[in-house]
């Protein structure tokens, strides 16, 4: 498995940021869309041997604009921001791009977020990138259960989830069930731990997070043969952000199998 750190748990110029990542020993890393516009910083990054495994395309969405928006115009606007978004992650050699829900759960905003998922997922096909929906709790999909039957609903082969350990935790359900019913739906993996109530992003095992809960996590992920990134997203809020980053590293390679 390939083993990814959010880029935006740190904070500061990014030159600097890569070359602190790239310090504590990541090889991959995930951006948002605005991260590695220039060729100077894509030129450091390369030569830092940092490698781009995928892109949150739900960062710095326009005022207003949402996928799931009522107005057709606001509805666009959101469309054409998150396709831009993927073709950035082409030209970084990113495979996976990914978005969060909306907040109207009700069942015309569901449609109106489900059309314009099925349109990103068909574009993104046509381009090699996996195109994921993050289950996010306090939006219109936040449970994973939830989320991974919405996306099968719509009946794209290239709409797939993002497995985020802190929203499982706080939305009680289990790790090992939701990666086996992702099955090959899973595009990628985000790691990081709360208090159960809070998405605090806070450092592995800082929280309720256990080591038996990340050994059952990485037996599922063995057992359905996932061999994409595995991502830390830490919050750049943390007292030390990069002694999380340095701790919960360790912790995963202690806690990946062979």
Not at 136 to 145: I, M, S, V
Not at 224 to 232: E, N
């Amino acid at each position: 498995m390939k083993l990814a750190c959010c880029a935006w748990a740190l904070t500061g110029p990014q030159d600097d940021t890569l070359r602190q990542i790239q310090e504590l020993g990541f090889g991959w890393i995930d951006l948002q869309p605005g991260d590695l516009q220039n060729e100077k910083d894509r030129q450091l990054a390369s030569e830092l041997g940092l490698r781009v495994s995928c892109l949150g395309a739900s960062f710095a969405m326009p005022v207003g604009a949402s996928l799931d928006h009522p107005e057709s115009r606001l509805r666009s606007r959101a469309i054409e921001h998150v396709t831009d978004a993927i073709r950035h992650a082409t030209t970084l050699g990113a495979d996976t791009v990914y978005v969060i829900p909306g907040e109207d759960d009700s069942p015309a905003g569901l449609s109106r977020y489900g059309d314009s998922l099925v349109e990103l997922a068909e574009f993104a096909s046509t381009v090699d990138i996996k195109f994921a929906v993050e289950h996010f709790p306090g939006t219109a999909l936040p449970t994973a259960d939830g989320t991974l039957k919405h996306i099968k609903s719509l009946g794209h082969p290239n709409l797939l989830l993002l497995y985020d350990s802190g929203h499982i935790q706080m939305t009680a359900e289990d790790p090992a069930s939701v990666i086996s019913a992702a099955g090959e739906r899973l595009a990628y993996v985000h790691f990081d731990d709360n208090d159960g109530a809070g998405d605090l992003h806070w450092a592995l095992l800082d929280g309720v997070m256990t080591e038996q809960t990340l050994k059952i996590s990485f037996r599922a992920l063995k057992d359905i043969g996932y061999g994409g990134a595995i991502s830390l997203e830490l919050s750049p809020l943390l007292p030390n952000p990069i002694d999380a980053l340095a701790r919960s590293r360790e912790i995963l390679l202690s806690t990946i199998p062979a």
